[in-house]
């Protein structure tokens, strides 16, 4: 490790910087990836990029903690690798959209039959159930989905019945059986 502490030490100030800025986002997005993966039950996945993220910060943390004091530069770079990091991390999540989401749908009888024809031309599992709104009968459709289809289906859902109905979307934790769901 001092080997590499002394090559640091060799390298344009600037240089280090933008490194630890590059090594800090990486840091981070596989950090925010790690986390997420944690919390859907990606347990073996999420221990994989923790020991890539630990290696990184190690690397990271002792570049910089004993010439800190002397290039508060370094500092802000860290704090934009680390802000960043965020940022890419969390797009990058959104865009792989791990985990599983759940679709309550509210709607009327006409929006009701269209919607449930939908799901079932695509062999989607649902459930209707009768309710009452303020003015009319309604019907509330329940449809456990994975996460990454939701955006399309919601779209797809909301053209066929002319924006006629209320959406409430959510993330499922956990869940077991039920129309193709099984887990």
Request: glycine letters at 8%; one cysteine or more; proline letters at 1%.
């Amino acid at each position: 490790m001092s080997d590499f502490l002394a090559a640091v030490k060799e390298i344009s100030p600037i240089l280090v910087c933008l490194l630890v800025c590059a090594a800090k986002i990486v840091e981070i997005t596989i950090q925010s990836l790690k986390t997420c993966m944690m919390v859907k039950g990606q347990r073996l996945k999420a221990a994989g990029l923790g020991f890539i993220e630990c290696t990184i910060w190690g690397l990271v943390i002792s570049t910089i903690i004993g010439t800190l004091g002397d290039n508060l530069l370094l500092l802000l770079f860290y704090c934009v690798g680390y802000a960043t990091g965020l940022f890419l991390g969390s797009t990058i999540e959104s865009k792989i959209a791990l985990g599983t989401s759940n679709l309550e749908l509210i709607a009327s009888d006409d929006s009701t039959n269209k919607i449930t024809e939908y799901l079932r031309e695509r062999n989607m599992g649902y459930t209707v159930f009768d309710g009452h709104g303020s003015k009319d009968k309604m019907n509330m459709i329940f449809i456990v989905l994975p996460r990454r289809e939701t955006s399309k289906t919601l779209r797809e859902i909301r053209a066929v019945c002319d924006n006629k109905v209320f959406v409430v979307a959510s993330e499922v934790s956990k869940y077991a059986g039920g129309y193709g769901m099984v887990k």
